[in-house]
């Protein structure tokens, strides 16, 4: 084995069966800390200890309580366990907690472990291999089956040295947690200390903590920084997966965190109310779980009521494992492969387990051929399959960063799904600079299609106008969507050829105004009343009177005479003739000096009011041509 192999080995087994005490002669050390614990000799709250094994390597040892009262701790300390250690005594043999905590077990995928036949001082010597018998045929139905069964005496050493070798041999063969996951630290115990202040404690599920570290504590999302890292009580400056920690939290108090949160990273692992799960229902259930059931989940550290709505009709029988959906009454953190334990509402046993395959659903109708699809693609194991059904249900472009989020998964493994998915053209990828935005390809077809859809609505009601405003566009069509995020798909679009954008209009390509007979002879009276008074023409809004016309229409006829370059927009609500807006131009070019002119200089120039003159020179610093300053134009140099 090598040194520092970061694992947690935790205790199981009935009540009073010596869990605690042999935990004392492996390691030295007395996990019972709770003065109540002292008083009623048995283990209330979780225990701690270090054991060094051989080569140097310190692993962690989690005693659990075994009273049916305290079966929620037992699941706090054993989702974390990578070996078990099963406690029988010899004296009582397999008893009812002993079956539930090797049920929870199993149902936490714990598939490594060794069994202790304690008090055999207790005992006459024959009764230990019927114990031993006994054992061998309750494993037989478990991922402990064949585990190795050492008869051993805590009181008098027999046996513990054997025991402490059969440990490491089995510790050589766990797989480790994942260290190149985010971090993420199910809370178990907190405290404050004087002087240090708010501390909390946990297995390491996943990645590195270092101190110094910026965290959320979720599902609040309340930040905190690490001030300071132990592990089995030394300080530390990082603490890796697979490790038993303490960590000194600074910027929160001792009511912003309790046991159940989870210490992780800002932007991985979003709260949730509901999952999708593989479900397992113990054989022993008394009874089949129907749609709608309420029940506990535990999770972690924490335990959270629910309901159980099964992806399938029908109820869970005893035995059966089916896809299922919880809804949870508070708030659970969870990532894709995470097990569980489930426990009935009333009484309290456990009934089975699960393992989560998607931590972020959609609420689901029963026998939803969509949602049956999706669950089995996510269970795929596949990062590419998870991620194309996390994107497939995003109505607008996300970040990689939100699929982190929603998914679980690692950024790496994100990232490189991906451009998986982008190269083989099941994603497409929207912009070139951070954060770059992605649409799966169903998406970005539906969404290109309404855009066309409402493009050829707006020709068709429309026929006088060259295009629709871009912004108007993406109101209408791309709402929700990050502002840039829809420019940089319109523009997409515009790129290959499935629609025109220039300047702030947007068309269908070769779509243009048509004019009727009718139409253009309307712009030759507008164009020829405009001329008329090529100085001071009339407004639309007079023009409109004038003609017993809607303003819109002429609006649009005006703009085909401006593309036509026979009148020129000055203002929203006046035009004025190319050649006389060129002429006026001319004007003040000649006659502006070194001072500038006022607004009553330049009316008297042309031979108009105030009423035409500020819009005209309003228009002329638009196109750059004049200055404000103060009172007064210049020409701008």
Known sequence: MTPHRNLIIGTAGH???????????????????????????????????????????????????????????????????????LVVAADDGVMPQTREHLAILDLLGVTRGVVAVTKIDLVEEDLVPLVIEEIGELLQATALNGSPVLPVSAVTGTGI???????????GQVMLKDEALPPRLPIDRVFTLKGIGTVVTGTLWSGTLHAGDNLKIMPAGQAARVRNLQVHDSDREAARAGERVAVNLAGVSRSQVARGDVLTVPGYLGPTYMIDARITLLRDCPRPLKRGARLRFHHGTRE????????????????????????LESRAVCAPGDRFVLRSYSPMTTIGGGTVVDAHPEKHRVKDPAALAAFKDLESADPGKQVHVYLSRADMPVSSSSLVLDSGLAPRQVEESLETLTSNGQAVKLGHQDPVSYLSDNRFSEAAEALQQALQRFHRENPLSEGMAKETLKKQVLASWDSRAAEEFIDGLAGEGLLESTGHLVRLPGASASVTVEQKEMIDVLVSSIEHNPVSPPTLGELASELKSERQLLSELLAIAE?????????????????????????????????????????????????????????????????RVGDVRRLRR
């Open 304 to 327: 959270l009521l629910g309901r159980i709505y099964p992806l399938e009709e029908g109820s869970i029988n005893p035995g059966e494992e089916r896809p299922a959906q919880l809804r």
């Open 161 to 171: 040295d054997s025991l402490k070798q059969e440990l490491e041999r089995a510790a």
């Open 15 to 85: 009540i009073d069966h010596g869990k605690t005490v042999l935990v004392k002669a492996l390691t030295g050390r007395d996990t019972d800390r709770l003065a109540e614990e002292k008083v009623r000799g048995i283990s209330i709250d979780l225990g701690f200890a270090p054991l060094t094994l051989s080569d140097g390597s310190v692993v962690g040892i989690v005693d659990v309580p075994g009273h049916e009262n305290f079966v929620r701790n037992m699941m706090a300390g054993a989702t974390g366990v990578d070996l078990a250690l």
């Open 563 to 627: 593309k036509q370059k026979r009148v020129v927009r000055v203002s929203p609500d006046l035009y004025y003739p190319s050649g006389a807006l060129e002429q006026i131009e001319t004007t003040l070019r000649e006659s502006i000096t070194e001072d500038g002119i006022t607004i009553s200089d330049f009316k008297n120039l042309i031979g108009t009011s105030r009423k035409y003159a500020l819009p005209l020179l309003e228009y002329f610093d638009r196109m750059k041509l004049t200055v």
